[in-house]
């Protein structure tokens, strides 16, 4: 019963920003590692973002090369909600954005991993 639903996709010019959501149900949220991959057409899915709050109650984030200094992931635990602040966007950002949840970070986006529906992210002039 765990559901991921992402929403906040849409069709944005080269350096304009957008701000996905996906809100979590049916799960421990706090439990959970939550992450954002993205899938282009023709191409792989890839990993985007990840966050996870640890036993000293401090969130750390990790962030593929591409998108460091532009997007930024949080999550609002009172909401079982977590975000990606994506600013600057180019075009290779385009893609299917979806939101992931797993209860390890090293094997998020995985087997185990539960998955949103996903979200369109289209950057074109």
């Known amino acids: 019963q765990v559901q991921l639903v992402e929403s906040g996709g849409g069709l944005v010019q080269p350096g304009d920003s957008l701000r996905l959501s996906c809100a979590a149900s049916?799960?421990?949220?706090?439990?959970?590692?939550m992450g954002w991959f993205r899938q282009a057409p023709g191409k792989e899915r890839e990993f985007v973002a990840s966050?996870?709050?640890?036993?000293?109650?401090?969130?750390?984030?990790r962030y593929t090369q591409p998108v460091k200094g532009r997007f930024t992931i949080s999550r609002d635990n009172a909401k079982n909600t977590v975000y990606l602040q994506m600013n600057s966007l180019k075009p290779e950002d385009t893609a299917v954005y979806y939101c992931v949840a797993d209860r390890s970070a090293t094997a998020i986006g995985g087997p185990a991993s539960f998955w949103g529906q996903g979200t369109q992210v289209t950057v074109s002039s």
């Open positions: 049916g799960l421990t949220f706090t439990s959970y590692v």
């Open positions: 966050i996870r709050w640890g036993d000293d109650s401090i969130y750390y984030t």
